[in-house]
């Protein structure tokens, strides 16, 4: 598993969740290359829906713009080595 700590940007989220999203993200680092943010991104979302229901939704990149509506609770937004990740369920209409 990866040393050091992921730097949270903007949260919504239980202490606990949040250790549960970077974990996610740690071990997909320690799976996948860091360029392969689809892989990234599909693991950390697939972790999310074992745990606590589907849904999730998750953005993996160095880069990226997004506007999103979420259920309150579950979103989180980190760096960790050189990404950022947007972690989210989405809201029901």
């Known amino acids: 598993m990866m040393e050091g700590k ?5 949260t919504d989220m239980g202490e606990k969740m949040q250790r549960k999203a970077m974990a ?3 071990q ?3 799976l996948f ?9 599909a693991y950390i979302k697939k972790e999310l829906d074992k745990e ?3 849904a999730w939704q ?3 990149g160095s880069n990226f713009g997004c506007f999103f509506t979420h259920k309150q609770g579950t979103f989180i937004y980190f760096a ?3 990404l950022n990740f947007l972690v989210f ?3 029901s209409s």
Request: aromatic share 6%; glycine share 12%.
């Open 6 to 10: 992921g730097m949270v940007k903007e």
């Open 24 to 26: 996610c993200a740690s």
């Open 28 to 30: 997909a680092l320690d």
């Open 33 to 41: 290359d860091v360029s392969d943010c689809f892989s990234l991104a």
């Open 52 to 54: 606590y229901g589907g």
């Open 58 to 60: 998750c953005v993996v």
């Open 80 to 82: 960790l080595e050189k």
């Open 89 to 91: 369920k989405g809201a």
